[in-house]
């Protein structure tokens, strides 16, 4: 029973994230855009004589438009992406709170690479231990990364991230 309260859990959020995915990011831009189309000629365009003496009609107003305005919001998000400190900020907040810098991502990356890294640290480790290479200092820092290693190997977080994922 708990088994199939998780599955339906984790089906419901995936379907929850694509809807607000798809509803934001198209629906909504799509809605939003031929709203503002709408809105800005019937209420300011025809309003204006001036305006309605170059724009009598809907349609090249929307033409026009969408031929300024494409080009401006490449533009617009061209430095948001290149040239402001938003997007690191946003980026950074991003990186922060995605459990996923803080432990194994679930596939090779746990089942191959993880334990992979592990075992070159051990053998590593006994490898300049043998040779008598380590200075206690050295000696720490390996156990150490090795705690931490087989901890990521385990399932475990390394560091304190905003949220935790159970799996």
């Not at 494409?70 to 907040?93: C, D, F, M, N, T």
């Not at 993880?114 to 053998?123: S, Y």
């Not at 231990?129 to 705690?147: H, N, P, S, V």
Request: no cysteine; charged share 20%; aromatic share 16%.
């Amino acid at each position: 029973m708990r088994l199939r309260s998780i599955i339906s859990a984790r089906l419901f959020n995936r379907a929850w994230y694509y809807f607000r995915l798809g509803y934001s990011t198209y629906l909504t831009f799509l809605f939003g855009y031929f709203s503002t189309l709408v809105t800005v000629y019937y209420l300011a365009v025809k309003n204006i004589p001036s305006l309605l003496d170059v724009f009598p009609r809907f349609v090249p107003f929307a033409v026009i438009a969408t031929a300024v305005g494409a080009p401006l919001a490449v533009i617009i998000g061209w430095v948001h992406l290149k040239r402001s400190a938003l997007y690191s900020s946003e980026a950074e907040v991003s990186v922060e709170s995605n459990p996923f810098n803080y432990k194994l991502t679930p596939g090779w990356v746990k089942d191959a690479y993880g334990p992979a890294a592990l075992m070159q640290l051990k053998l590593l480790h006994k490898l300049t231990e043998k040779a008598g290479a380590l200075t206690d200092l050295e000696r720490a820092e390996i156990f150490e990364l090795e705690k931490r290693w087989e901890t990521l190997v385990g399932g475990g977080y390394v560091g304190s991230p905003k949220r935790r994922l159970n799996f």
